[in-house]
């Protein structure tokens, strides 16, 4: 009797002990299906958090017996990812989308008209905006005229930029207001004549002549757009955005919401190379929050494959007295880099055609040298010639690509190309094996924000209706595992962050996204479906 009081006494005594040696959490999640994405390519069971980061990964019991917590969350059997991140994209841009006129999916320069109408018509104004049309998708692919538009609105200025907005068609009224004429020439762009009259299309450069020239956008406005942005990314799984080309007074308004709380997600922030803005941050080192990275600048090259704008080594082959521009000139090109590659930070160049790529990777590798760790990128790497792939692995350029474009532009691209040179187009697979690794994003708003179809892009080389078959140039396809990492580790690389996020591991900034598919073993079509059932930033539910 004595001997069993005494056994049940050491029992309690033991079990109390035990739970008092626990670990303090402020919230544990288990019973799930956790994709570490680490360097062993761990799949656990829980994890803890504390102070907004993962103190501790495992099994549910090495958690849930070494840690306890008022928060503890059961994911039945869910499948837990790294947040997304998206390499390249247009953060701000996606907000102001929301608030124009949207046109992609238009199927005719009429629907266009009728859109921007109702548009109208709806919310009025003092300008109109639109953007999202594609003429290739037209049944007559042939850029329009602004008449219809100038009959429309005779007295305000209106913009509608093309899917890429390397592309525009401006009114009459907004020509006149920018001083552009059928004499007007402009270096890195192009005004569309028809009878040696102006059309109102705009290409490249010209498109920012007549952007200057718009209203002015109100802090509301664009503060408006910021929150839509992040909402609209938190319900797609993103956790941090690179956005791709952003001006001094955007870095300072996100920095300050995201200081009050205001703005949670976390943005890595590409400085516009200007000689003012190299000017202003040169004299400066890179700045680091934990939310906001501004470690970089943002170069263009060239254009748009679409608008004809890319730069490339031959003349189109739907155009043979064509082959695009450059929208930097070579010297001014040469004096960013030069300056850029005496400083801490980061070059990004904007790359489309052939001879933009083999230019600029010529000029990194002037500065480079070799062998390096600047991981200076090349945005989009998109037709390339055969003989320069060498150069990213020489000299350590990172290619950072968009997989929805190969499956967006696979049906017109041999238009632009011809056979010989599509081979080297959207070649994700050969640039992976340059260094080892490559970044993944989706130019939003040019493309949906919907990492998904990054993933289904990328792995099968489909469009939504499973075509081609075969899919578009397989030998280029990317794994499931190195899809998976191009959204998450390999993305957070490409921006110095991979110690701090695009992981599950302890250290690490507690971001990660919920889904109810397995992204390594389900159909993929299954996958291009699927839905975010929760998004989580610092360990809080955003979504």
């Keep these: 009797m004595f001997y069993n009081r005494f056994l049940s006494a050491l029992v309690l005594i033991v079990f109390f002990s035990a739970c008092n040696n626990k670990q303090h959490a402020d919230k544990i999640f288990y019973h799930a299906n956790v994709f570490c994405v680490d360097d062993k390519n761990n799949l656990n069971q829980a994890f803890a958090i504390k102070d907004d980061k993962f103190v501790a990964v495992g099994s549910d019991d090495e958690i849930l017996n070494s840690f306890d917590a008022k928060e503890k969350i059961d994911l039945n059997g869910q499948y837990v990812y790294p947040g997304f991140i998206d390499a390249h994209a247009h953060f701000y841009g996606l907000g102001q989308y929301f608030q124009t006129v949207d046109l992609v999916g238009t199927k005719s320069w009429n629907e266009v008209i009728e859109r921007c109408k109702k548009f109208y018509a709806e919310h009025g104004g003092k300008y109109l905006i639109g953007r999202g049309w594609d003429q290739n998708n037209w049944t007559i692919n042939k850029y329009p005229t602004n008449d219809e538009v100038n009959k429309l609105f005779p007295t305000i200025p209106v913009l509608l930029k093309r899917i890429d907005g390397h592309a525009a068609i ?3 009224y907004l020509m006149a207001q920018s001083k552009i004429t059928n004499q007007t020439k402009i270096l890195g762009g192009e005004i569309i ?9 705009l290409i490249d450069n010209a498109v920012d002549l007549a952007q200057k020239n718009m209203p002015a956008i109100s802090l509301a406005e664009k503060i408006r757009a910021l929150k839509v942005a992040e909402k609209i990314c938190f319900e797609n799984g993103l956790t941090s955005v690179c956005d791709a080309g952003l001006e001094k007074d955007m870095i300072d308004l996100m920095d300050s919401l995201q200081k009050v709380g ?11 190379a200007s000689t003012k803005n190299l000017d202003y941050y040169l004299n400066k080192q890179p700045y680091k929050t934990d939310k906001l990275n501004v470690c970089s600048f943002k170069l263009y090259a060239d254009g748009a494959l679409g608008s004809r704008g890319a730069c490339l080594i031959s003349p189109y082959s739907d155009m043979p007295n064509h082959a695009g521009f450059l929208l930097t000139q070579k010297d001014k090109m040469e004096e960013y880099i030069k300056r850029i590659s005496k400083s801490n930070f980061q070059l990004n160049t904007h790359c489309i055609g052939d001879s933009a790529n083999r230019l600029v ?4 590798a002037k500065y480079l040298k070799g062998k390096n760790d600047k991981r200076w990128r090349i945005e989009h790497a998109q037709v390339m010639n055969e003989h320069d792939f060498n150069f990213y692995g020489m000299y350590s350029i990172i290619p950072s690509v968009q997989p929805t474009h190969a499956t967006s532009d696979m049906f017109w691209a041999d238009e632009r190309l011809g056979e010989e040179r599509l081979k080297y187009a959207y070649a994700y697979k050969k640039l992976l094996n340059q260094n080892g690794w490559i970044p993944l994003g989706t130019d939003f708003p040019v493309e949906s924000v919907n990492p998904f179809y990054t993933f289904y892009s990328a792995v099968a080389r489909k469009n939504a209706e499973g075509k081609p078959n075969d899919g578009f140039q397989m030998e280029d396809a990317l794994t499931r595992e190195e899809a998976l990492k191009g959204m998450t580790i390999w993305a957070a690389k490409a921006a110095f962050e991979e110690h701090e996020k695009g992981s599950i591991e302890k250290g690490k900034f507690a971001d990660f996204i919920v889904l109810d598919v397995n992204l390594l073993k389900d159909d993929l079509l299954k996958i291009r479906k699927a839905k975010v059932k929760s998004t989580y930033v610092d360990g809080v539910k955003v979504y």
């Design 262 to 272: 205001e703005l949670k997600i976390r943005v890595y922030a590409m400085i516009n």
């Design 193 to 201: 004549l028809n009878n040696k009259k102006t059309t109102g299309v």
């Design 170 to 172: 401006a009114n009459e």
């Design 361 to 364: 990777l010529n000029l990194y």
